[in-house]
């Protein structure tokens, strides 16, 4: 019974959520984590493990999704720009926030380290559901932006990795395991796509679900995560599902209806009110660490590759959401960080999914426009 109340409350503000996207105009994903805060604190919404489940998976799947998105010939053509765009993206607020909270809010060492890996970060999944949500996907500056985010991303997890991941046996299989499926996958696919496409039992989905799973499990045993992997089995993928444009709607299809709903409202049933309260000077001090080192490191370069959408582009490389939620719960998990260091984390990485996007979208969205004129 309890699993259903969750389902069907859930399910609600889910649907609420799209209506009032729609009648706002804004990223339903934005409207799907403040309905989550409102649930978690005030309709006793809580997770369950089939939940948490989903929002994993829609995670991984979100994830793939932006990866498929890029064009590989324009990520060849402008990998200079989402080289400088995204890994200053990750280095300005990496150090901005690991020396201030370290030297001006007294957090250990480890703990300032987590800080500045969980502020660093621009998320896949809110800058692709925006951007397929206004349709940019399709353009250059949507490549280009979620180019920049996956360099900002891998800069982030390889931050993590270092700093304090340790290398064991599984995370060398996970490696290998990733990289043949990578590199395999993508080789064997259009002979599958052939033989079994084009049937309402969707074979193709199926065979991307199963790749996907299987990334999160090694990532799972090798103590690591599956997010950059399917980032790249995504680009791998991208020349085939661009062959097959009505399969990659098919598998929007089932990603947003249901997937991804259930990561951004549980994302949005992280925070804890009465915490952010009793911390809300930390919360404010390190939302504008992020977001000053974001525009100081990210709106020059900005300006100089994309100066149509300049502001664009820095509003969307300052949101957070998965790997600062990720790396935030790795520090409570191991004992870096307490309670409230966490909370106050969490609130911001999702703050920031929240503000810059709803300013992006309201005032700097740029028209869609033929391909070679936008930038």
């Given amino acids: 019974m309890e699993n259903l109340l969750i389902a069907t409350t859930a399910a609600a503000l889910i649907l609420l959520a799209s209506m009032i996207s729609v009648e706002m105009g804004l990223s339903v994903a934005i409207i799907e984590i403040v309905l989550g805060v409102i649930g978690g604190n005030f309709l006793g919404l809580h997770t369950t493990p089939w939940m948490d489940f989903l929002a994993g998976?829609?995670?991984?799947?979100?994830?793939?999704?932006?990866?498929?998105?890029?064009?590989p010939d324009l990520l060849a053509e402008k990998w200079r720009e989402s080289l400088l765009i995204g890994?200053?993206?990750?280095l300005a607020p990496f150090l901005a926030a690991w020396a201030f909270t370290h030297w001006a809010l007294g957090w250990s060492s480890q703990a300032s380290q987590i800080a500045g890996v969980a502020l660093s970060t621009?998320?896949?999944?809110?800058?692709?559901?925006?951007?397929?949500?206004?349709?940019?996907?399709?353009?250059?500056?949507?490549k280009i932006i979620m180019a920049s985010?996956?360099?900002?991303?891998?800069?982030?997890a390889l931050a993590l990795s270092l700093l304090f991941i340790r290398p064991g046996p599984m995370l060398l299989v996970f490696v290998l395991v990733s990289a043949v499926l990578i590199l395999a996958v993508p080789r064997l696919a259009p002979l599958f796509f052939r033989r079994y496409g084009n049937r309402v039992i969707e074979p193709e989905i199926k065979l991307i679900f199963a790749c996907l799973?299987?990334?999160?499990?090694?990532?799972?045993?090798?103590?690591?995560?599956?997010?950059?992997?399917?980032?790249?089995?995504?680009?791998?993928?991208?020349?085939?599902?661009?062959?097959?444009?009505?399969?990659?709607?098919?598998?929007?299809?089932?990603?947003?209806?249901?997937?991804?709903p259930f990561f951004f409202l549980k994302s949005g049933m992280n925070i804890s009110l009465p915490a952010v309260i009793a911390n809300i000077g930390w919360v404010a001090a390190l939302f504008a660490v992020k977001l000053i080192a974001k525009f100081v490191g990210v709106y020059p370069l900005a300006r100089h590759f994309v100066p149509r959408h300049s502001w664009y582009t820095t509003l969307l490389m300052s949101t957070g959401l998965t790997f600062g939620t990720i790396s935030s719960l790795y520090g409570l998990n191991a004992g870096i960080l307490s309670r409230a260091q966490f909370s106050v984390l969490?609130?911001?990485?999702?703050?920031?999914?929240?503000?810059?996007?709803?300013?992006?979208?309201?005032?700097?969205?740029?028209p869609l426009e033929p391909t070679g004129s936008e930038v």
């Fill in 149 to 156: 985010t996956f360099v900002t991303d891998f800069g982030t």
């Fill in 346 to 366: 969490v609130t911001v990485v999702i703050g920031t999914a929240i503000i810059p996007t709803l300013i992006a979208q309201r005032f700097f969205s740029p």
């Fill in 122 to 142: 621009t998320s896949l999944a809110v800058v692709y559901a925006v951007l397929v949500e206004t349709g940019l996907t399709e353009t250059r500056i949507g």
């Fill in 213 to 260: 799973f299987l990334l999160m499990l090694m990532g799972e045993l090798g103590e690591s995560h599956a997010v950059l992997p399917a980032f790249l089995f995504g680009l791998a993928m991208a020349r085939l599902l661009a062959r097959n444009r009505v399969q990659q709607q098919r598998l929007r299809v089932v990603a947003f209806a249901l997937l991804t």
């Fill in 57 to 71: 998976f829609a995670s991984i799947v979100l994830t793939f999704l932006a990866g498929a998105e890029v064009d």
């Fill in 87 to 90: 890994g200053i993206s990750f």
